[in-house]
């Protein structure tokens, strides 16, 4: 089997599809989101949207979610004394815990925060849509409920950290069309729900990537 390739090159592959949907989606925003709100496919929104960590039925978030619960177990094992098989992985999984903090906490919210785009379902005739790369219109006091980027989007996304455990090309290959293929999928029915805007999606993948490249740097030879 041929050997993996460089994860950093990876990522810059994904920001580089994010990138293109992006500024490609950006003139359709509001007429493919109604599109999809006018076709939507309730069963699908809600197993997308669903999780067991909020006391609800199996949804395909908890699949990152215990991926992440996975990796921060055998990071802190290899600390423990006779965690030395843990050890072998530990810069691995000590990429994936700070790219996800990066992203999740640094870079998805901080610009909810920051452009405070207002959600398809919170239009009205104080709050009106806005470009994704123009200041929306919440107030101060609701400007974390912003909807660019997306942040469910971000979480499916987030598999690609695993890239690093992969041993050959092929299973890259495999996970970088499930994860970008899931994180369609969540776009699709966060879209569908009425919680964001297609640029909103796009914008998840595209930052994840350039966040997950910069941080892979710091991996040892910059090699799964």
């Known amino acids: 089997m041929a050997d993996p390739a460089p994860v950093e090159k990876l990522y810059w592959r994904t920001a580089a599809l ?43 978030t908890d699949l990152v979610n215990f991926c992440l619960i996975a990796v921060l177990m055998v990071f802190g094992l290899g600390f423990l004394p006779g965690g030395a098989w843990a050890k072998v992985w530990r810069q691995q999984c000590g990429f994936v815990l700070l790219a996800s903090l990066v992203m999740g906490l640094g870079v998805v919210h901080g610009l909810k925060y920051s452009l405070a785009r207002v959600r398809p379902y919170d239009l009205g005739e104080t709050l009106s849509f806005t470009p994704w790369f123009f200041l929306g219109d919440h107030s101060w006091g609701e400007r974390f409920h912003g909807s660019f980027p997306s942040g469910h989007t971000g ?41 964001h805007w297609p640029t909103d999606v796009a914008g998840a993948i595209f930052l994840a990537g350039i966040v997950f490249a910069g941080v892979s740097r710091w991996l040892p030879g910059r090699r799964s």
């Not at 999809?36 to 997308?48: I, K, R, V, Y």
């Not at 949207?49 to 909020?54: D, K, N």
């Not at 979480?155 to 690609?160: A, D, N, R, S």
């Open 18 to 60: 994010g990138g293109v949907l992006l500024v490609a989606l950006t003139p359709f925003d509001q007429s493919l989101a109604l599109y999809l709100q006018e076709n939507s496919w309730p069963q699908l929104t809600e197993f997308f949207e669903q999780s067991l960590f909020e006391g609800e039925p199996f949804g395909i």
């Open 155 to 195: 979480t499916m996304i987030g598999l690609l950290l695993l890239l690093p455990f992969c041993r050959t090309k092929q299973q890259q290959d495999w996970l970088l069309l499930s994860a970008v293929g899931l994180a369609l999928l969540m776009g699709v029915t966060r879209v569908m729900a009425k919680a």
